[in-house]
């Protein structure tokens, strides 16, 4: 069974603070989607990374995907209350299954 | 009205009772999915509809019972469940399958079911 590991589990920092947080799989896989599930809401797609070493920035967040194709990490910087909320990441795994990781809770305070 | 949309927001049940869980969407999506969402746990896919038609199943408890009568709509029935199984349920729509790697999945906002 592929295994998916976001860290940290929970991130309090202060607004204008660089943060970043990480996916990581045991094993190797196809493609990999942030989203954001903002409190009361369900989750929002923020981006896809399919090709490694692959980088996509959107505004104040930087994705990264791992050259090995077993990792992401998301980059927010300057992060601000509005980014508050639970990031989590899914992956496409090479036996056609999607995979939520458990997610990472961020809470941005004033 | 747009987007996926599920009702009620929040379920209080006790373990004897019958309820359905509702998600509409009027996005023109062929697929509908039913996920579980527990504290610290990672979502966990349910059912899957194609066109109406159930395609996975991931080893679901009977006691929940998906219902596609097309494709926009999609029910899960809820009889004699058990305090764990108190979670937000969320509701998802993608175009396709999810068969394409980029297939963007379209939430609802969830219900949030509580099991007395």
């Not at chain 1, 069974?1 to 896989?29: A, D």
């Not at chain 1, 910087?77 to 639970?86: E, K, M, N, S």
């Not at chain 1, 992956?91 to 995979?99: A, E, M, P, R, S």
Request: charged share 20%.
């Amino acid at each position: 069974t592929q295994l998916l590991e976001q860290s940290p589990q929970f991130l309090s920092i202060q607004e204008g603070e660089n943060l970043t947080v990480y996916c990581n799989s045991s094993s190797v896989f196809s493609s990999l989607q942030w989203y954001r599930q903002e409190p009361g809401e369900g989750p929002v797609l923020l981006v896809t990374v399919v090709t490694g070493g692959e980088v996509k920035k959107l505004k104040r967040l930087t994705f990264q995907f791992g050259d090995a194709r077993k990792d992401s990490s998301l980059h927010i910087t300057a992060a601000q209350p509005g980014d508050t909320g639970l990031y989590l990441c899914r992956i496409y795994n090479q036996g056609g299954k999607l995979i939520f990781g458990q997610g990472t809770e961020l809470s941005v305070k004033p | 009205e747009t987007g996926v949309t599920q009702t009620p927001r929040h379920l209080v049940m006790g373990m004897t009772n019958k309820k359905s869980l509702k998600c509409e969407q009027h996005l023109g999506h062929n697929a509908m999915y039913w996920y579980k969402q527990s504290a610290k746990k990672p979502l966990e896919l349910m059912f899957v509809y194609n066109f109406k038609e159930q395609t996975e199943n991931n080893s679901v408890p009977s006691r929940f019972s998906p219902e596609c009568p097309n494709s926009s709509h999609l029910f899960l029935h809820l009889h004699t469940l058990q305090p764990e199984d108190s979670a937000l349920y969320l509701c998802a729509s993608s175009q396709e399958l999810f068969r394409d790697r980029d297939t963007e999945a379209f939430f609802g906002q969830g219900t949030r079911l509580t099991v007395v």
